[in-house]
């Protein structure tokens, strides 16, 4: 885990890093986007009170690792989304994965791929995981074609969740 604290877990147009007070104004610009909605579980605008309350719970967190992803290609400081391993089970080596690009300017870059792929190494290699898993919406073509190429395959189907 000594990587992690000396600068992220770095791939080749990614760096995923800490989660930083600073960047909470940018995090909810990102959330709060329409069409990033369209894709996550958030059916209404987060508030800078909400927002700030989520950053303190990931922070204070024992059972998840947080991860702003940056795009190395704009430089320093290019915060385009999140991934995270949360729900850690440390006794059953378990734990879900979520990602959210919320910069569209960045979708279908591969950005995505390499931050989860990044993400499920330090998982499976640092945290000693057996298992990750992950939901995903059934419209949600690209994260459904990005979790294939990871080697995810689908286990069944929440109807009317």
Not at 15 to 24: F, I, Q, V
Not at 119 to 138: A, C, M, P, T, Y
Request: with cysteine.
């Amino acid at each position: 885990m000594a990587d992690v604290q000396r600068g992220g877990l770095r791939g080749t147009n990614v760096r995923l890093r800490a989660l930083e007070r600073g960047a909470l104004e940018d995090l909810r610009a990102m959330v709060n986007d329409p069409e990033v909605m369209r894709y996550s579980n958030t059916f209404r605008p987060i508030s800078d009170v909400e927002q700030a309350a989520w950053f303190e719970g990931v922070v204070k967190s024992s059972s998840a690792v947080w991860f702003g992803i940056e795009d190395t290609r704009r430089g320093p400081s290019s915060l385009v989304g999140t991934c995270c391993l949360v729900d850690i089970d440390w006794v059953g080596r378990k734990a879900e994965l979520r990602v959210r690009l919320g910069d569209p300017t960045s979708w279908g870059g591969g950005l995505g791929t390499e931050a989860c792929a990044l993400l499920v190494q330090h998982g499976f290699g640092e945290l000693n995981l057996e298992r990750i898993w992950l939901r995903v919406f059934d419209h949600n073509a690209r994260a459904l074609r990005l979790y294939q190429k990871l080697g995810f395959v689908e286990e069944g189907r929440l109807r009317r969740h």
